[in-house]
């Protein structure tokens, strides 16, 4: 039998709760089930709104401690959103994007396969590596991986995120899933720098926080490199479409020890791309879609607004900066096991973001 959404027996531990894609996925549960929600990070100012809600209960606290890890996967579904995911730390803090990527999800994935939790681990696209502009469609099970030279500390991530996925396939008596994102998009992505955080957002952040000042868009290496941008709607919709290939077998830990047959659901021990292939443009093209959108939403001319600007991505971003000129994902996989699409279109996804952004910010 499927884990039922009206269930108020279950509860569902969010690591990552606060995140971007945490606080969606944290007002989606409370919204669409009856479930519970143990909820777990270091920042809460996303989920403010959430913070009373009886149906919840929250811990301010990193994975360095086994007895948070134990805490986590006492419960039957585990979602494990947190990690260093912006790229402009990669080069300056490679040993803590390593410990934030490998280290810490290792050993939460370890106390799943001792509790039986079921472990939804968010990997990434940048798994595929440094991928070249004729590169095709990339596929789970298919396609080689391959990176830059250990100088090029740009993938550090993404070698931390392609260890742990193999630990992870490889851990005894875990139950597991795995997603690999594509650029997904939406309100609450990353910050505005000087304001919420500090650095270099992620593209989306980092050109609606240009627009809103006035300043340039900065093209990287010209913004040739091309992504299929991905709303967080369509993402969330994902997370529920494998919540709801599972069955609730893992629901009775006490039977934990006997999980042996995995294969019961369409999810268990398998890993998804999640992207949008419609949305694929460069990041000239974005630049310029997010300049016209920008100016609808303020009603000024597009003209007014600055041009875009080249830098170069070790100066903007510091040595060891490299790039996927491509990420094209094949979606066919969750379509067959999940009856999974995203849908969202590109510009749907950028108004609705940048207009969130202006209400936010400004
Ligand atoms: C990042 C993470 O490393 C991935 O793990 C994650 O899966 C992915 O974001 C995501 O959001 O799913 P990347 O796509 O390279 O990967 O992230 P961005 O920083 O958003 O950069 C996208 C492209 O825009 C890159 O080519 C970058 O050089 C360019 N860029 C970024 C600009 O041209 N200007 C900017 O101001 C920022």
Not at 201 to 209: E, I
Request: glycine share 8%; with cysteine.
């Amino acid at each position: 039998m499927n884990l039922q959404f009206n269930d108020r027996s279950v509860t569902v531990a969010i690591v990552g709760c606060g995140g971007f894609i945490g606080s969606h996925l944290l007002d989606a549960v409370l919204c669409r089930t009856k479930w519970r929600v143990f909820g777990v990070d270091l920042d809460f100012y996303r989920i403010q709104h959430r913070l009373n809600d009886e149906r919840c209960e929250f811990l301010s606290a990193d994975l360095s401690n086994p007895e948070v890890l134990n805490r986590i996967a006492q419960f039957p579904v585990v979602v494990n959103l947190a990690a260093i995911c912006t790229p402009s730390r990669y080069m300056s803090e490679a040993c803590e994007v390593i410990r934030s990527n490998y280290d810490r999800p290792v050993a939460l994935a370890e106390a799943c396969a001792k509790s039986g939790a079921w472990l939804i681990h968010f990997s990434t696209s940048e798994v595929y590596g440094r991928t070249g502009s004729d590169s095709g469609e990339l596929s789970e099970d298919e396609t080689p991986l391959s990176f830059g030279p250990v100088g090029a500390s740009r993938w550090s991530y993404a070698t931390a995120k392609l260890l742990t996925e193999r630990y992870i396939a490889g851990l005894d008596g875990l139950k597991w899933t795995m997603v690999r994102p594509f650029n997904f998009v939406g309100p609450y992505m990353d910050f505005m720098p000087g304001v919420d955080g500090e650095g270099i957002p992620r593209v989306l952040a980092n050109f609606s926080s240009a627009l809103l000042r006035g300043e340039p868009l900065k093209l990287v290496n010209g913004g040739k490199a091309r992504r299929c941008f991905t709303g967080i709607y369509d993402a969330i919709d994902f997370i529920f479409a494998v919540f709801a290939a599972g069955t609730n077998r893992q629901l009775n830990m006490a039977d934990a020890g006997g999980v042996s047959e995995f294969s019961d659901s369409p999810a268990y021990s398998q890993i998804f791309n999640v992207g949008n292939p419609d949305n694929e443009v460069t990041i000239a093209e974005l630049a310029q879609r997010m300049r016209n959108i920008y100016a609808s939403i303020r009603e000024v001319p597009v003209e007014s607004l600055p041009q875009p600007e080249v830098v170069s991505g070790e100066d903007y971003y510091g040595v060891g900066y490299d790039d996927s000129m491509r990420r094209m994902p094949n979606v066919e996989k969750a379509w067959k096991l999940l009856g999974f699409r995203a849908s969202m279109g590109l510009d749907d996804c950028l108004r609705d973001s940048l207009k969130w952004f202006v209400g936010h910010y400004a």
